[in-house]
T-cell receptor, first 112, second 112 residues
Framework: EADIYQTPRYLVIGTGKKITLECSQT?????MYWYQQDPGMELHLIHY???????EKGDLSSESTVSRIRTEHFPLTLESARPSHTSQYLC???????????FGQGTRLTVV | GDSVTQMEGPVTLSEEAFLTINCTYT??????LFWYVQYPGEGLQLLLK?????DKGSNKGFEATYRKETTSFHLEKGSVQVSDSAVYFC???????????FGAGTTVTVRA
């Protein structure tokens, strides 16, 4: 059983608000990911981290930003939410460079 | 770059039917391959994996064999249950940057 947690599970927020989606893992994994999942279920990598103080943009351009100050914590921030940000956001982590990823439950964000 | 192409759905089956979901990959080397499953309202769970050619991954009655000659990793289950209704994702670990890349997902519905 993987120990990776995302909060909140569901969030409805107004346009222009700043939001932070939390992701924490207790497994000591160095690699962490953020994926955006569109209504058609396709997954797009938006952020990546190899370890503390390492963050990279993913394959899909995103207005969100991330930070990795501690190994276990990889929060995603939107400075000014827009309806186009409405989506499911999935966080994941993996132990080694070439190992599988474990996923959190996801945060379903709705911007109205 | 390395990528996977997955059979499009949706797929609707009767209970106890045989399930196959096709997945082919394009890669410069020999990437690790995975199948993930996503139940409604949940994050992704690792279903099975294979790390080298001819490896067979298996779990919960599902199987997939890493076929180098056909660059495929098809998912099969001999007798599906209603509880197998979910979205299934084929994925590979890219050899150039060790990031996990997903197929488009296949929605499977099993009817009693």
């Amino acid at each position: 059983e993987a120990d990776i947690y995302q909060t909140p599970r569901y969030l409805v927020i107004g346009t222009g608000k700043k939001i932070t989606l939390e992701c924490s893992q207790t497994m000591g994994h160095d690699k962490m990911y953020w994926y955006q999942q569109d209504p058609g279920m396709e997954l797009h990598l938006i952020h990546y981290s190899y370890g503390v103080n390492s963050t990279e943009k993913g394959d899909l351009s995103s207005e969100s930003t991330v930070s990795r100050i501690r190994t276990e914590h990889f929060p995603l921030t939107l400075e000014s939410a827009r309806p186009s940000h409405t989506s499911q956001y999935l966080c994941a982590s993996s132990e080694r460079l070439n190992s599988e990823a474990f996923f959190g439950q996801g945060t379903r964000l709705t911007v109205v | 770059g390395d990528s996977v192409t997955q059979m499009e759905g949706p797929v609707t089956l009767s209970e106890e039917a045989f399930l196959t979901i096709n997945c082919t990959y394009t890669a410069t080397g020999y990437p690790s391959l995975f199948w993930y499953v996503q139940y409604p309202g949940e994050g992704l769970q690792l279903l099975l994996k294979a790390t080298k050619a001819d490896d067979k991954g298996s779990n919960k009655g599902f199987e997939a064999t890493y076929r180098k000659e056909t660059t495929s990793f098809h998912l099969e289950k001999g007798s599906v249950q209603v509880s197998d209704s979910a979205v299934y994702f084929c994925a590979l670990l890219r050899s150039n940057d060790y990031k996990l890349s997903f197929g488009a997902g296949t929605t499977v519905t099993v009817r009693a």
